[in-house]
């Protein structure tokens, strides 16, 4: 996790590296830093702990001049979030500055040789050690320094490096954690995300493993960690910058779920037409992937909610056997996959380090590979054979919203491909894409009963936030089939953003153990849309009532039946066919998640403990 950007140029570099890590904050956000690299060759720094906006009132009152700087936003791996612990970390002489991302592995035994050499450390952090072996290595030319130093180092990184005898210059390098080069004109820049250089240029190169760059001004050098001149081709992004601003919403949060109609609109316009789904960027031919026996699906958290939705979709519409996994228990198991089986990696940001390794071991056992992604360009939509990029626009909030639904889009949308090239049932198509265009317009419908409705959902959380005051209230969820993945993901959204205790269960599993739990404290959603299995949806509602706890059940408009079960508040969602469901039931899901994290005063877009992009084990 945390986010580095750097930038060299013409321009006082300070303001732009801030606002450059504002965009990254959602990688991490307990500590941050700035090293500035000023025309008197001298390298000036301030950190501190605690989120950007507090750096950005340190440099208000102490500015740093200058046109190269670097700077971190922190998520802690190795130290307490603190200034001490926060990058950008300098050597001994404090003439070399250096920001990273990841983890370097063997940093206690390279400490300890350093120390042994005399050298001092100011920080418990695994980074530092890279400052003083570049520094060791240092003979008057930076990327010679820093090539030699990056021998020494086992692990994952990202780094920018500085230092105050060559102006102009930084030197970065790449290992497993995300950077890209920003190309401006007389300036350059460096970033984790491309969503924050996007508002200097959509001119970008995506660092591969194993690569440094040497960046000034006027130009970058390419080579990999040998030396070894390497050529390629900026690419141009098109990403909308004002996609990324908050468009008059009170969080990021709110903003992205009520985008979700849009998204999934213009997902469902570029891949289909009449009736034929097509996915243009696919490199995998349909031949190939008709041939595939099995479907394994990794991924971690939300995505992996929408993995084990996934499951039920396949199974709706093609005859392929499909199996899901957290990606950090996939990467460990011995599975049994070979050539027909099809690894299918989901993950918006593209650089989650379970999801990775999980892909590479499917890769070693030959598997075809697909990555299916938010973020363009990252590790995982190239290490992939194939990729499908999800197009839900950068997603900021680090509860994932948007993003889940963009993936569901796709996930059904690539079933009903595989029943198009032949491996399911070609009648299905037609009728499901029939309703299919339709969801957007009954996802708007949600959202405006939401709006019309604020307050009573606002004063439902202050009753719950009274109550908690008197009682260890909590919420469970509850939903069948292909809803059940939605009550994880609803428990999720809820524990991540608000921090009340919440658990997601398949339905059918409250009389073996949850039921327990049970007495007038908890909240239990109840997901109860039409479906097959509304009537043991019932039962279970009944069974909590009758142990006298608080229901609230999402069910289809119309739903007499739920009312008489004096329900604490009925969430309605139009009527849709069960298998499109889920689609819908995840909005009020966001919904409750987002009203009890405002009620509780929480950090709704940046929540404690939490980065956006895992990048860590
Ligand atoms: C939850 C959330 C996380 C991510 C998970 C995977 O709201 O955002 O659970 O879903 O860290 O991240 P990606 O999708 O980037 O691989």
Redesign the pocket.
Known sequence: MCGIFGYTGKKEAQGLVLEGLKHLEYRGYDSSGIAVLNGARHISVKKTDGKIRKLEEILKVHPLKGTTAIGHTRWATHGTPSPHNAHPHLDGESEIAVVHNGIIENYFDLKKTLEEEGIRFQSETDTEVIVHLVAKHYKGILENAVRRALKELRGTFAIAVMTSHESGKIVAAKLDSPLVLGLGKGENFLASDVSAVLTHTNRVIYLENGEMVTLTGEEFKITNFAGKAVSRKPVVIDWDVTRAQKGGFEHFMLKEIFEQPDILAAILKERVTGTRIHFDELKIPAAQLKRIKRILII???????AGLTAKYIFEEFTDIPVSVDT?SEFRYRNAVIDKNTLLIA???????AD?LAGLREAKKKKALTLTL???LGSS?SREAKGVIYTHAGPEIA????K??TA?LAVLYLLALYFAQIGAGSSKKITPALKEFMHIPVLMRKILDSYKRNESQWRDNAHDFSQRRKNAPNFFLYLGRHINYPNALEGA??LK?ISYIPAEGYAAGEMKHGPIALIDENPWVICLAPKSKTYDKMISNIQEIRARSGCVIPIVTEGDEEIKKLNPIYIIQIPEVSEIFSPLLTVIPLQLIAYTMAREFGRDIDQPRN?A???TVE
């Not at 989901?346 to 989650?352: M, N």
């Not at 680090?398 to 919203?401: D, E, G």
């Open positions: 991924a971690c958290g939300t995505a992996y909610h990606s989901i993950s918006q940001s593209g650089e989650t999801t992604c938010n973020v995982l680090v509860a994932s919203t993003a889940y993936q999720l959204k991540e939490l956006k992009s895992v």
